[in-house]
Nanobody
Framework: QVQLVESGGGLVQTGGSLRLSCAAS????????MGWFRQAPGKEREFVAT????????YYADSVKGRFTISRDNAKNTVYLQMNSLKPEDTAVYYC????????????????????WGQGTQVTVSS
């Protein structure tokens, strides 16, 4: 099992930027894909972005493509989500998640394939 701790959330104005971090411990971080999901009040949790275990492949939800960038530093056991040009509709609790499969050969956006989740960090974008 892996432990995940998110940080970096906060309140930002429309058009602003935030960088979320997720620190992992308890498992070989570099062998597992990582993802970011979010959940807005009254809505279901939705996929945001994912990065392969090697960092070579990434995949984004259409709603954030071109504005958000996922990256990872395997030496620091940390995955990041750089969020630019933020919009009020980006307001949500953001969750970091770790893939349950060792060195999955494809990047996945399916929540069921992520076996470990962080506690979440709140991002609020004011209009």
């Amino acid at each position: 099992q892996v432990q995940l701790v998110e940080s970096g959330g906060g309140l930002v104005q429309t058009g602003g930027s935030l960088r979320l971090s997720c620190a992992a411990s308890g498992r070989t971080f570099s062998s597992y894909s990582m993802g970011w999901f979010r959940q807005a009040p009254g809505k279901e949790r939705e996929f945001v972005a994912t990065i392969s275990w090697s960092g070579a492949s990434t995949y984004y939800a259409d709603s954030v493509k071109g504005r958000f960038t996922i990256s990872r530093d395997n030496a620091k056991n940390t995955v990041y989500l750089q969020m630019n040009s933020l919009k009020p509709e980006d307001t949500a609790v953001y969750y970091c998640a770790a893939d349950s499969q060792f060195k999955r050969w494809y990047v996945t956006a399916r929540p069921a394939e992520f076996g470990s989740w962080g506690q979440g960090t709140q991002v609020t974008v004011s209009s």
